[in-house]
């Protein structure tokens, strides 16, 4: 008997060849099969004839193929081309440099091709993607499916070697009634009519079966309105509520952890800070202190995310949370991933702190073994109060007399069990996580769910916004004779590279290349190099020249993107700017401006295609909207990485225009947990199994107790 989670192999039409095929998918059960959805759609009224493909046009045709080749031409370039003919006509098409495809494309095949229509000897398609729908032998449903009646509407999935998008067709084709009897919906009548989308089964149908009216139009088609939106806004939804109840879980796990104290809200030290800062606090730096202080005075764990972007006072805000737990008798630690940016904590520390008279502990790994000794005697004993250091804090002859806040930089870059380790010195701290990457609303809510979210967007006055200005090659000569003038007044610059070395693949200037060239070009500044292959001891001990003015101009990788406050660094030039992200040229930016001089980004670029968009990008300087236009250009791989913690996987939601969709989750998940935290009710038995399918902690986390 067929169920879910029965092997593909045993479908009648599968078998173990086609199964080893279907593996490479990520489809492995029959279930899996059900959700392999088609990712675009073919409306056969959106076909235009052969006959009226004009010249200059962008096109989608299909037609049978009656005759191949490949056409090597005098400059060494092999071409392949295909003649195809539908009822109205003929035409070629022709593929540069893509002779492979002779082994895979037939004559007697039924092909769709999607591209423009030149004239080269007559009129010829380029196509940008080209789909084979049937083979002249398939049997007559296959080949009259693909035809396409007036209205018909085929979908196309993904495929593989081996397994061909119209096999998988046939496949679902033939079994989808036997499938969806095998869907059980998880979710109630009331949640789902609350949520406004269809049941399970339905929308399974709709997304395999489309009709011409439900489908989007076009063969390569994003979700449009209609039913075939309707049915992926379901799945959508589905995997963004189980996402929402594991993080929404995970918060109240962690907040509910046991609390070693609970803190006193007392003000001798925070109010003796905020007196001798020599700045006024921003409205959003004391409405995050009020969030952070209301945190951990209160019964439950402190477990925030302190998110601002690069200047806005995230250390000072940090500070304030320090010095509470210091009032409370206990201790406060900040790890950072770098020795540069702990050594730079601590001096911003030393500075603030000095009117209070407290002076922080710095634990680095590169210190000599009796002063590590003698500092970790001191936080062992309590003397130590406010501690900055690298992971040297999680080693195990590393003991704390009484830890009561971690404060951890960068979180991101951080393994999760690096993070418990530091987490666990302690009696259940307080944990305030802090990232300088902007991050959009509906991409914090996702990624971030398990933490209450604080926002830093405002600047401390006296910070200038960085003039970013786009320029070609053309205009070199120029850039470094700017280079030469700032050095000479007792500035320092950053040139960045996308690539370390030069490639016989990629027409790039590198970083090596490039060091030994610009020593030489701009004379008499001191230039050094820092990448990516460099040891860490070879790359700190270049950048501390930096910072301490033996080095004026710094070629650098991306690997300066997380770096040091250098208030001397105000010009940044970015080589090839076209091959970096928005928000990564946003956080680049950020390593200029972080004094009181005028500062500037040049973007340097030949390429006519991104220059709009470079254009686009130094026009704003607020690192959220960055995000948002980053997170809907490349998506959140780029933007967000995969969090330590496992990753998150969203198939079928799309966070560029699916934010309703986010806080609709998120809704209903926090109502389904305050009725049932641990999802034991009968009614929510298929959500919490799904949900231990989908995710390894859901188990442990949804545990009774």
């Not at 496949?171 to 009548?189: C, F, K, N, P, Y």
């Not at 309590?382 to 704390?400: D, K, N, Y």
């Not at 030039?573 to 040229?585: D, M």
Request: glycine residues 8%; charged residues 25%; contains cysteine.
């Amino acid at each position: 008997m067929l169920r879910p989670e029965s092997s593909i192999q045993y479908l009648k039409g599968v078998g173990p060849v086609r199964a080893a095929a279907f593996a490479r998918l990520g489809v492995a059960t029959v279930e899996d099969l059900l959700y392999h959805v088609p990712h675009r759609y073919l409306d056969a009224t959106s076909v235009t004839p052969i006959a009226r493909a004009a010249v200059g046009r962008d096109v989608t045709l299909v037609g049978r193929v009656v005759s191949k080749g490949v056409l090597p031409t005098r400059r060494g370039l092999r071409i392949f081309r295909a003649v195809l003919q539908d009822a109205s006509g003929v035409i070629e098409c022709a593929w540069p440099g893509q002779a492979f495809l002779d082994r895979a494309i037939k004559p007697g095949q039924l092909l769709l091709v999607t591209g423009p229509v030149k004239h080269f000897h007559g009129r010829q398609v380029n196509p940008r993607e080209h789909v084979i729908l049937a083979e002249e032998a398939e049997e007559a449903g296959g080949a009259g499916e693909a035809d396409g009646a007036e209205g018909m509407v085929i979908p196309i999935y993904s495929a593989t070697e081996g397994l061909s998008h119209r096999v998988i067709r046939r496949l679902i084709r033939d079994h989808l009634q036997e499938l969806l009897g095998l869907v059980q919906d998880a979710l109630s009548d009331e949640v789902r009519k609350s949520a406004k989308v269809l049941p399970l089964r339905r929308a399974l149908e709709v997304l395999h079966r489309p009709s011409a009216r439900s489908a989007p139009s076009g063969p390569s088609a994003s979700p449009a309105a209609g039913g075939w939106e309707e049915g992926r806004r379901r799945l959508a939804f589905d995997e963004l509520l189980d996402l929402q109840l594991v993080v929404t879980r995970a918060r109240m796990v962690a907040k509910r952890a046991a609390k070693g104290a609970r803190l006193m809200l007392r003000k001798d030290l925070t109010t003796a800070l905020k007196r001798a800062l020599p700045f006024e606090l921003t409205a959003g730096q004391k409405k995050a202190i009020r969030e952070i202080t209301a945190d951990m005075v209160s019964a439950e764990r402190m477990h925030r995310l302190l998110m601002g972007d690069v200047g806005t006072g995230k250390t000072v805000v940090a500070l304030f949370a320090m010095l509470l737990a210091v009032e409370n008798d206990l201790q406060a630690v900040v790890m950072a991933p770098t020795e540069l940016l702990a050594e730079q904590h601590a001096r911003t520390l030393t500075q603030l702190l000095a009117p209070l008279g407290i002076v922080p502990e710095l634990l680095l790994g590169k210190l000599g073994a009796g002063e590590k000794a003698a500092i970790r005697q001191r936080i062992a004993q309590g003397s130590g109060r406010i501690i900055v250091g690298t992971h040297a804090l999680i080693e195990q002859t590393t003991a704390f007399h009484r830890l009561g806040l971690v404060v951890i930089d960068e979180q991101h870059r951080f393994g999760v069990e690096q993070r418990a380790a530091l987490m666990e010195k302690g009696k259940a701290p307080d944990v305030l996580l802090l990232s300088a990457t902007p991050i959009p609303r509906t991409l914090a809510l996702t990624l971030y769910g398990d933490l209450d979210i604080s926002v830093l967007t405002e600047r401390p006055a006296g910070r200038r916004p960085v003039a970013t200005g786009v320029r070609t090659s053309a205009e070199r000569s120029r850039i470094y004779q700017f280079l030469r003038e700032q050095c000479a007044a007792g500035r320092q610059a950053y040139v960045v590279y996308p690539v370390i070395e030069e490639s016989e693949r990629l027409d790039l200037r590198a970083a090596t290349t490039m060091a030994g060239e610009l020593a030489e070009r701009l004379k008499p500044a001191s230039v050094g190099l820092v990448h990516g292959r460099l040891r860490p001891e070879e790359r700190d001990r270049a950048m501390r020249a930096f910072r301490d003015g033996e080095i004026q101009v710094l070629v650098a990788t991306t690997v300066i993107e997380v770096g040091i406050d250098v208030p001397q660094a105000t010009v940044m030039l970015v080589e090839h700017a076209e091959r970096f992200g928005l928000a990564q040229l946003h956080q680049l930016r950020g390593r200029v401006g972080r004094g009181t001089e005028a500062s500037q980004c040049i973007l340097l670029s030949d390429d006519p295609s991104a220059l709009a968009r470079l254009k686009r990008f130094a026009r704003l300087t607020d690192g959220f909207k960055i995000a948002e236009l980053d997170l809907e250009e490349r998506g959140m791989g780029e933007l967000a990485g995969v969090r330590q913690s496992g990753g998150i996987s969203l198939r079928f939601a799309n966070l560029v225009t699916d934010g309703e969709l986010v806080a609709l989750a998120r809704r209903t998940a926090l109502a389904m947990l305050e009725r049932d935290p641990t999802l034991a009710a009968p009614q929510h038995q298929a959500l919490r199994q799904r949900i231990e399918r989908r995710y390894e902690r859901g188990i442990e986390l949804f545990r009774v107790g």
